[in-house]
């Protein structure tokens, strides 16, 4: 079976794609782990002496949301990509008009959680990179890995996993949008047949070609 470059960069985005999705899910559970199963996303942050101590925790249920939705985006990138590799091996026509509608709409149900993701992420590691800023202890987020944290928590690598969690999904996507691209570019292509009307040049030629040219008038 001829595959052509679309098909290849689809299979290639969905392989990105969920890459990303793993990524982002892992390193936000990681850093759950190292705060005792707690989700320090939008998290206050207060001074104790020469360390830190957190005094506000989110609902564990923001950070659960975010990795479920990465889990499920991998889970679901990873289905298509086993088939559609199965499809190609095995002759089959994957790509139709109506597999492609069906795409196209879970793309974009796709796209509006990934861009909720995202910003939840975003929005908050900036709430608690200030929180910890204004404890006057660090000059900035990235220092606080390095010190004390009260109680004994963890926190070596929190920024760097929640930054890795982040950028995973702003990749993802990006990646999904791309995606998006690829699959209206084929639905156009895969267009269903049109019917002839009796004012296309083809079909005077279609006709002539059966029934004989109709002779014409002076």
């Known amino acids: 079976m001829a595959v ?3 098909q290849l960069g689809e299979l290639a985005l969905y392989g990105a794609a ?19 199963g707690q989700c320090i996303l939008y ?5 104790n002496i020469s360390a830190l101590a957190l005094s506000h925790f989110s609902n564990i249920s923001l950070c659960y949301f975010v990795a479920a939705i990465s889990i499920l985006i991998a889970v679901y990138c990873f289905a298509v990509l086993l088939y559609g ?42 709430t608690l990179c200030s929180s910890i800023l204004q404890t006057r202890l660090v000059k900035s987020c990235q220092e606080a890995q390095h010190v004390k944290w009260s109680p004994q928590y ?3 690598r929190f920024y760097d ?25 084929q639905r156009r292509r895969e267009a269903p047949f049109q019917l002839l009307q009796r004012n296309d040049p083809e079909w005077s ?14």
């Open 43 to 47: 998290g206050s942050v207060d001074k």
């Open 161 to 185: 996993n929640l930054y890795s969690a982040e950028a995973a999904a702003w990749v993802n996507f990006f990646f999904w949008c791309l995606l998006l691209v690829l699959l209206l570019v």
């Open 85 to 126: 590799i199965y499809s190609c091996c095995m002759d089959e026509r994957r790509w139709d008009h109506t597999w492609l509608t069906v795409n196209l709409a879970v793309s974009a149900v796709i796209l509006f959680f990934l861009l909720v993701s995202a910003c939840i992420l975003r929005v908050g590691m900036d």
């Open 4 to 6: 052509s470059a679309l």
């Open 18 to 36: 969920f890459l990303c999705g793993v990524v982002c899910a892992s390193a936000l559970t990681v850093t759950q782990g190292e705060f005792g």
């Open 205 to 218: 030629s279609e006709t002539d070609a059966i029934f004989g040219a109709r002779p014409q008038r002076s």
């Open 154 to 156: 963890n926190a070596a």
